[in-house]
Nanobody
Framework: QVQLVESGGGLVQAGGSLKLSCAASGRTFSSYAMGWFRQAPGKEREFVATISWSGGNTYYADSVKGRFTISRDNAKNTVYLQMNSLKPEDTAVYYC???????????????????WGQGTQVTVSS
């Protein structure tokens, strides 16, 4: 069983920064692509960023490109999301998800993930 635990959320003013972490249990973390998704009240869960199993490939939603950076440390079983120049529209609960496929390159939709964390709230005030 894989467990994912997000942390690092909080309240920040527009233009500020936060760094989210997602710590995974289990020895197979390094074999799977990981993704960050977010869900605002009344909206569907949407893709934010993804990173391949090796960390060599990353991909971002247009809405965060140039502001957010996804990275991973396979030795620490952790994936990160550095968020800069935050905007009020970035307010949401942020989730990390593990891709279903071993040695996957990316996960860009929620149905491509088989495990999820509990989420961490990010609130950006104007």
């Amino acid at each position: 069983q894989v467990q994912l635990v997000e942390s690092g959320g909080g309240l920040v003013q527009a233009g500020g920064s936060l760094k989210l972490s997602c710590a995974a249990s289990g020895r197979t973390f390094s074999s799977y692509a990981m993704g960050w998704f977010r869900q605002a009240p009344g909206k569907e869960r949407e893709f934010v960023a993804t990173i391949s199993w090796s960390g060599g490939n990353t991909y971002y939603a247009d809405s965060v490109k140039g502001r957010f950076t996804i990275s991973r440390d396979n030795a620490k079983n952790t994936v990160y999301l550095q968020m800069n120049s935050l905007k009020p529209e970035d307010t949401a609960v942020y989730y990390c998800g593990r891709g279903r496929l071993r040695l996957g390159v990316s996960v860009i939709s929620a149905d491509q993930c088989d495990y999820w964390g509990q989420g961490t709230q990010v609130t950006v005030s104007s």
